[in-house]
């Protein structure tokens, strides 16, 4: 699939879920950002659904690009809406009143989109584990 076929399908709301990005790529950006919620910070080891969050969402000319990708719980993704994500680290910042200001958590994520993937430690755990699912699992504690 070419890189205009996929944004065409994307637009769509085809390729929802978890096959529009690899499993390795989704695990190095989650390892990346630390297995937690880059807005609210609940982490994998609380059971919750977590999802890539497309900071310029395709509608608006954003990529998969690691740089334009962040990880947040299904509840954060949800939430933002149309809303851009300094916005909604405001929001965020405000609602859940959790002792993290917006300005930390914009500097979270500035920062973190920044830091390398490692691909082939979330090659070598996928392969190690046998799947994408019992890799993160097995990295929740």
């Avoid at 996929?6 to 690899?22: A, E, L, V, Y």
């Avoid at 297995?35 to 954003?62: A, F, I, K, R, W």
Wanted: proline fraction near 1%.
């Amino acid at each position: 699939m070419t890189a205009a076929t996929d944004r065409h399908s994307r637009s769509n709301g085809q390729g929802q879920g978890r096959r529009w990005i690899r499993d390795e790529k989704r695990l190095a950006i989650m390892l990346r950002d630390g297995m937690c919620c880059s807005y609210c910070g609940v982490g994998v080891e609380n059971e919750v659904v977590m999802t890539l969050d497309h900071l310029t969402p395709h509608s608006q000319g954003g990529t998969n690009d690691a740089t334009n990708l962040t990880m947040a719980c299904r509840r954060c993704n949800s939430a933002r809406g149309n809303r851009g994500w300094r916005e909604f680290a405001h929001a965020v910042a405000d609602y859940i009143n959790h002792g993290v200001t917006a300005a930390q958590i914009i500097a979270h994520i500035e920062t973190s989109v920044q830091r390398p993937l490692d691909l082939s430690a979330a090659k070598e755990l996928i392969s190690r584990r046998g799947t994408f699912t019992a890799a993160l699992r097995d990295n929740m504690g």
